[in-house]
């Protein structure tokens, strides 16, 4: 990485939206092509469900596949781009507004996600499902992604010092890291009351219920700040970011050969409701693998659909949500063909592409 990408800008600073984040910043390329493969990955694994309904056994392993890293790579890149973005400068009113204002707008479209989710059931009884969503008893599917990215964002002002701290201190983070998952999964264990159980869930999970839960994932988005730092450049070095991708995967190693010796079922081992150890550092292993590849492949061949789509990250998420789950209410046909799910794939992108060209006009940014 050219030294020179470390450089910090000075003068009035506020935090940039998604697709200015990086902009300024040469080094955040990567993490903007990271963030896009990602996000088409995603987008990939759902039109395999929305639209091939699992149908097609290679695109359905796939979508297996995607399910294992996706999730974690994101919330990674997120952690490193609230760094660089905003703990590694200085703080103004700004740019906390700016960090309340996104959360806030994240905040916005998770109710939207959930709304169209259930948009059916809305004419049987309007007030009582709106209310359900409204007061997050009810995280209809997909919907829950964004709760993490919510929760993180708004953390960001009130635990900066504490953050920093973080990105610094690669003993202080393990220590964290691991007494935030150990709580989560002692809390996974406590048989909550149905009624606190809709809030739980979203903190340390809640039987089989589809969630990220907050503590479980916090040790990837400290992380994620963590390799933040790192990507300032002065201390950055593709070898040194490949030796922490070994020590990952041999932590990985060791946790797999250790749920096998105790004849753990690998569907186990990879369980992701609520995560399991070895789901997460799976997914931070290929996030390593993605900033390697994309590293080695810089400036060598172009990818600039998949730029765009890491700088529109959050905005392509929410409207193929709400895109396919539109097909699902008003068309669901189950498309089997390979070839005919591959061009629905593109029909989804291209759509939300022009969306989000048409939504510049006006100059409303998510």
Do not use: C
């Not at 470390?6 to 990086?22: I, Y």
């Not at 596949?65 to 997120?78: E, K, Q, R, Y």
């Not at 789509?309 to 949500?321: D, E, L, N, P, T």
């Amino acid at each position: 990485m050219d030294k020179k990408s470390a450089q910090h800008q000075t003068g009035k600073e506020k935090v940039p939206s998604e697709d200015q984040q990086e902009s300024n910043l040469e080094r955040n390329d990567i993490l903007d092509y990271v963030r896009g493969l990602a996000i088409f990955l995603m987008v990939v694994a759902h039109v395999t469900v929305f639209i091939n309904n699992n149908s097609n056994a290679f695109l359905g392993g796939l979508a297996q596949l995607i399910d294992i890293i996706a999730f974690t790579v994101f919330l990674m890149v997120s952690g490193a781009v609230a760094y660089l973005a905003y703990l590694d400068r200085k703080e103004t009113k700004k740019m906390r507004s700016s960090i309340v204002d996104r959360s806030f707008n994240l905040l916005v479209a998770y109710f939207i996600v959930s709304l169209v989710a259930i948009l059916p059931e809305l004419s049987k009884d309007f007030a009582r499902k709106t209310l359900e969503i409204l007061f997050f008893l009810r995280s209809p599917s997909y919907s829950e992604f964004l709760i993490p990215f919510i929760v993180y964002g708004f953390s960001l002002i009130p635990l900066r010092n504490f953050y920093k701290k973080i990105a610094s201190n690669l003993k202080l983070l393990i220590i964290v890291g691991l007494s935030a998952y150990i709580l989560g999964w002692l809390l996974y264990q406590v048989p909550y009351p149905k009624s606190l159980s809709y809030y739980m869930s979203f903190v340390s999970g809640y039987s089989d219920w589809f969630r990220f839960p907050l503590l479980q994932y916090f040790p990837v988005f400290l992380l994620g700040i963590y390799f933040g730092r790192i990507f300032q450049g002065k201390e950055l070095s593709l070898e040194r970011f490949i030796k922490y991708g070994v020590v990952i995967n041999l932590i990985f190693m060791v946790f797999l050969v250790l749920g096998l010796a105790l004849d753990t079922a690998p569907a186990e081992l990879l369980q992701r409701w609520p995560p399991t150890p070895l789901f997460l550092l799976a997914g931070t292993i290929a996030f390593v693998l993605m900033y390697v590849g994309f590293s080695l492949l810089k400036g060598r061949i172009p990818l600039p659909f998949l730029n765009y789509m890491g700088k529109h990250a959050s905005a392509f998420y929410i409207y193929h949500i709400i895109i396919l789950y539109l097909y699902r209410h008003y068309v669901n046909v189950v498309v089997s063909p390979l070839l005919l799910t591959l061009v629905s794939l593109g029909i989804v992108l291209g759509l939300i592409t022009f969306i989000l060209e048409l939504v510049k006009l006006f100059r409303v940014k998510i």
